[in-house]
Each structure stands twice: as C-alpha cells, then as structure tokens.
C-alpha cells in the first residue's frame, strides 16, 4: 500500500504571496492532519480534516486554512506569508478520526519564504 | 494532555540494543504511549504504541511500567540507519487525534 504522498516536496515563495500545499493519504484513510516544524517551536499541529469536515484545530493564525475533499485528499493554504512561515510542513493520515487512530506522516514538504 | 520528558541525547554502538527511556509520570488510565522517529529532514515514522502491555513489532519493544509512569524503547540492534529523533508521546484514547510532539531523544549510533 503506497503512504503518504505530499506534493510539491520544496517550495520558494516571497513574503506576501500565498502558497498550496497537497496531500494524499494512504488509501481508505479518512483523517488527514497537518503540522509544522521549525526550528524554534518544533513540530507543531495544524488542524484536522475528517470527511470534508474540520475535527480540530491547532492555534495558528487564519492565514492557515484547509480543506479536504470527498477522496480524502486534503490540501492546505497559507495567505500572506511570512518569513516566519518557512518550515517543513508535514500531513498525516489515519483510518478514522480520535484518539485511538494511528497517525502516518508523509515525508513533507519543505516551504521557504524569502 | 500528559506530558513526557525524555534525554535530549543518547548514543549506542551499532550492534547493541538501544534502549531509549521516556517518563510520563502525568499519565492517566487511558492514554496510550506513542513512539515516533524523525530520519532527518524526513517525515516522522510511527515505531509502536501501548496501553498496559508490553509491545513488540518488527521494528522494536515497548516495555511500560507497572504504574504506567514511563517507558522504555528497545530498539534491539541498533544500526546506522536507526540514527534519528525519537519522540514519546502520550495520547488520550478519546478526544482528538492530534499528536503533541516534545522535543524527543536525539539518538546516535556509532559505528
């Protein structure tokens, strides 16, 4: 069964523009969640998408949005971006949604914001 | 959500067992333990998990206290691939399915 794709794997962008970033989760997984790695704050959570519907949220700015659609794949935008905003974003996927779910991450994708 | 405190460091001789120790003492009856490794600049990889029980999988053994207030990651012989982060993490059996990542155990395998 093939894991956890992101696409694009590294991005470049200037300060202001937004950026799309795509996930595809293992296939029959319906729980998609994102996170953020930085250097400074680590490895943080985003939010999570769960049949279409955002299950949780972490505590970043609503500049972060998702969104996912009805074949699980999920995609998340950030608008105006920062410098602060380069990291290595990460998706998960897992069968279901709750605290019983297995999450498996995807290898990232690398954003930089000049 | 209980919180886990691990070494920032470990190093271990390829070969041997890796034995990478994690505490959560905070834990409460339905928390399961979590364990994930980070190959650098690649995506976190699951390892195991565990409830009361000692677990075992192709890739290594959970050993979980009595009490459930830590826990102990045998990787059983430790190559150069296994050099990596290793986060514990502890996660409630209901509520929400995110994952709260410390700052985990930087493990070295020398060879």
């Known amino acids: 069964k093939a894991g956890v794709t992101q696409t694009p794997r590294y991005l470049i962008k200037t300060r202001g523009q937004q950026v799309t970033l795509s996930c595809s989760p293992i296939?029959?997984?319906?729980?998609v969640s994102w996170y953020q790695q930085t250097p400074g704050q680590g490895l943080q959570f985003l939010f999570e998408?769960?049949?279409?519907?955002?299950?949780n949220k972490g505590n970043f700015p609503g500049r972060f949005s998702g969104r996912q659609f009805s074949n699980s794949r999920s995609e998340m935008n950030v608008s105006t971006l920062e410098l602060g905003d380069s990291a290595l974003y990460l998706c998960?996927?897992?069968?279901?949604?709750?605290?019983?779910?297995?999450?498996?991450f995807g290898p990232g994708t690398r954003l930089l914001v000049l | 959500d209980a919180k886990t405190t691990q070494p920032p460091s470990m190093d271990c001789a390829e070969g041997r067992a890796a034995n990478l120790p994690c505490n959560h003492s905070?834990?409460?009856?339905?928390?399961?333990v979590y364990w994930y490794r980070q190959i650098h600049s690649q995506g976190p990889q699951y390892i195991i998990h565990?409830?009361?029980n000692n677990e075992t999988n192709e890739m290594a053994s959970l050993i979980i206290t009595e009490d459930r207030k830590s826990s102990t990651l045998i990787l059983p012989h430790a190559t150069l691939r296994d050099t990596a982060v290793y986060y514990c993490?502890?996660?409630?059996?209901?509520?929400?399915?995110?994952?709260?990542f410390g700052t985990g155990t930087r493990l070295t395998v020398i060879p």
């Open positions: 998960a996927s897992s069968l279901g949604s709750g605290g019983q779910e297995t999450q498996y």
């Open positions: 296939s029959g997984h319906r729980s």
């Open positions: 998408y769960f049949s279409e519907t955002q299950r």
């Open positions: 905070t834990i409460s009856g339905n928390e399961y």
């Open positions: 565990g409830l009361k």
């Open positions: 993490i502890v996660k409630p059996q209901t509520g929400a399915n995110n994952l709260f």
